[in-house]
């Protein structure tokens, strides 16, 4: 399977730390993507990191992608409450795997 | 921003009935899916669509699954006859192009709960 795992499963800190997210996937990828997930809705696209990429930013989210280990971490820097929230890694062959998803609550 | 809309966004109906759930993709993509994600478990594929035919399916995608893009604007997922196991929240997303390095956009979802 090429399915991607998060770890941890669930992630609790206080509002203004760092949450670092990993995933880990098993088969050869064209890209990995980060997507967010609130609660009972759907799911918004975070971030897009490319095989020949090794790190992307985009504003407070920071994503690295090794592809010799098969994983990829998110990190949101200074986090608030609103970023409390399941998020997952989907990796990308000829169809879309998702794992099974960090599940992260910010502590205001 | 354009965004994929679904509708219901909930559904609740009985075993073996047949239910349609109806996404409308962002208007310039070409690649349409349907996911499913059961209650507290990961997000599953079903389906992608181009060209007006399913170009891949998963196992999950049997017979009893159907989609169609009946006008220019919508796309569908039939459940033919609902099983219990069928309750899932289920989204659509569109791309522009064929998924390799390509953003998917999802929909909002549609909770469907088969009793």
């Known amino acids: 399977s090429q399915q991607g795992e998060e770890d941890p499963q669930a992630l609790s800190i206080q509002e203004g730390e760092n949450a670092t997210m990993n995933c880990s996937y098993k088969t050869s990828i064209n890209n990995l993507q980060w997507y967010r997930q609130n609660s009972g809705r759907g799911l918004v696209h975070l971030i897009l990191i490319r095989s020949n990429e090794r790190e992307k930013h985009s504003g407070r989210l920071r994503v690295t992608l090794d592809t010799s280990k098969k994983s990829s971490s998110l990190l949101i820097t200074a986090s608030r409450a609103a970023d409390t929230a399941s998020y997952f890694c989907?990796?990308?062959?000829?169809?879309?795997?998702f794992g099974t998803g960090t599940s992260l609550t910010v502590i205001p | 921003e354009p965004e994929v809309t679904q509708t219901p966004s909930h559904q609740v109906t009985q075993m073996g009935q047949e239910v349609i759930l109806r996404c409308v993709p962002i208007?310039?993509?070409?690649?349409f899916y349907w996911y499913r994600q059961i209650l507290g478990q990961k997000v599953e594929f079903l389906v992608s669509?181009?060209?007006?035919?399913?170009?891949?399916k998963s196992e999950i995608f049997d017979d009893q699954f159907s989609v169609e893009r009946p006008d220019g604007s919508n796309f569908t997922l039939k459940i033919r006859s609902t099983k219990l196991e069928d309750s899932a929240m289920y989204f659509c997303?569109?791309?522009?192009?064929?998924?390799?390095?390509?953003?998917?956009?999802f929909g909002p979802g549609t909770r469907l709960l088969v009793l």
């Open positions: 669509f181009y060209n007006n035919e399913i170009s891949e």
């Open positions: 997303a569109s791309s522009e192009r064929r998924t390799g390095a390509e953003t998917q956009y």
């Open positions: 208007s310039n993509h070409l690649y």
């Open positions: 989907a990796t990308t062959g000829n169809q879309f795997y």
